[in-house]
């Protein structure tokens, strides 16, 4: 399966900051996604970025708040802007690829966010 | 939009017996089922997942089956290990994989 590289692995921000995190891959694949796990909860999607293209942003998920950028089949960033503690999460990126003899998809090691 | 709920949301199992965990999903146009295991610190990672056009899936101690008809499925852990123990996750594929809240699962030795 894909090898995600995911940076940073943590972060402590001040409050009103932004922060970008960097998620490559070591294939090319057609879908991206970005997802926020709070604190001892689930996953929720962000947004499913799209190489070429604005991505597609979740319910309650806003670009302005959480632009994203995906430059090439391999590459993509995630910022988290004008951030407030509520922002404290762990962020994932996530791909859909072949993992052993079918396709599915694997994250990212995660972006642990304080802000303070 | 899809809605995964998973049960029960803590399960303590002594070493050796059987963990079954059980999720529900409210599309029925969801095609793809993975299970997620998520040790303390690190990423989910995919253990075990199931299409709809098969009922059931097993991989050494790991097993799911899917109920299309029920629209639920479920995840046995055989001859449970202390490595077990970890926060596992349900999801279910329309669109997009939404997930279920997660299950605390703790094998006592």
């Known amino acids: 399966s894909a090898v995600i590289s995911q940076k940073p692995s943590r972060d402590i921000c001040q409050r009103g900051t932004s922060l970008t995190i960097q998620c490559q891959v070591d294939?090319?694949?057609?879908?991206m996604f970005w997802y926020r796990q709070q604190p001892g909860q689930s996953l929720t999607l962000i947004a499913t970025a799209n190489q070429g293209s604005e991505a597609t942003y979740e319910s309650g998920f806003v670009i302005d708040k959480f632009p994203i950028s995906r430059p090439n089949l391999t590459f993509s960033t995630l910022t988290v802007s004008n951030m407030s503690p509520e922002d404290s999460s762990i962020y994932l990126c996530?791909?859909?690829?072949?993992?052993?003899?079918?396709?599915?998809?694997?994250f990212g090691s995660g972006t642990r966010l304080t802000v303070v | 939009g899809e809605n995964v709920e998973q049960h029960p949301s803590t399960l303590s199992v002594q070493e050796g017996d059987s963990a079954v965990i059980k999720c529900t999903y409210s599309?029925?146009?969801?095609?793809?089922f993975p299970w997620y295991k998520q040790e303390l610190g690190k990423r989910p990672q995919l253990i075990i997942d199931i299409r709809s056009n098969v009922g059931e899936k097993k991989d050494q101690r790991i097993a799911v089956t899917l109920n299309k008809t029920a629209k639920h499925f479920s995840l046995h852990i055989t001859e449970t290990q202390p490595e077990d123990s970890a926060v596992y996750f349900c999801a279910a594929l329309d669109y997009k994989l939404s997930f279920g809240a997660g299950t605390t699962v703790t094998v006592r030795a």
């Open positions: 294939s090319q694949v057609t879908m």
């Open positions: 996530s791909v859909n690829d072949l993992v052993g003899q079918s396709y599915g998809y694997t």
């Open positions: 599309d029925s146009a969801s095609n793809y």
